[in-house]
């Protein structure tokens, strides 16, 4: 899966017990301050602070995505929680972290 691995974008994938099991080169590169690959095998709770951490939780209790928008150091971005599924289980959670343009166009289609 190059194609993820190349993505630029943060991509980070725990498992059902919040078990961090991949991270693309992306994601290992931008938290390399906080161990990098080195972070893959960690507990995502203990990654997060409390806010988030409830936030994991409830993504991993209720199979809702969390979907929202952040600016952090004047770089906008987009993240992505959301559960994942294999065979209809509950498998872990897929985070998608895609820095986007200050202002972008919004299109209204038919």
């Known amino acids: 899966m190059e194609?993820?691995?190349k993505l630029d974008g943060n991509v980070i994938v725990s498992d059902a017990q919040?078990?961090?099991?991949?991270?693309?080169?992306?994601?290992?590169?931008?938290?390399?301050?906080?161990?990098?690959?080195?972070?893959i095998?960690?507990?995502l709770l203990e990654c997060?602070?409390?806010?988030?951490?409830?936030?994991?939780?409830?993504i991993m209790t209720s199979g809702e995505k969390n979907v929202y928008t952040i600016e952090k150091k004047g770089k906008?971005?987009?993240?992505?929680?959301?559960?994942?599924?294999?065979?209809?289980?509950?498998?872990?959670i897929i985070e998608f972290s895609?820095?986007?343009?200050?202002?972008?166009p919004h299109f209204i289609r038919g």
Not at 76 to 92: E, L, M, T, V
Not at 98 to 104: C, Q, S
Request: hydrophobic share 35%; charged share 30%; no cysteine.
């Open 3 to 5: 194609w993820i691995d």
């Open 18 to 39: 919040g078990k961090i099991i991949y991270m693309n080169e992306k994601a290992i590169a931008h938290y390399e301050k906080d161990g990098g690959s080195n972070l």
């Open 41 to 43: 095998g960690r507990d």
């Open 48 to 58: 997060h602070n409390e806010s988030s951490r409830n936030k994991i939780m409830e």
């Open 76 to 92: 906008k971005k987009f993240i992505y929680q959301s559960p994942w599924f294999s065979n209809g289980a509950f498998r872990g």
């Open 98 to 104: 895609l820095e986007i343009p200050a202002e972008m």
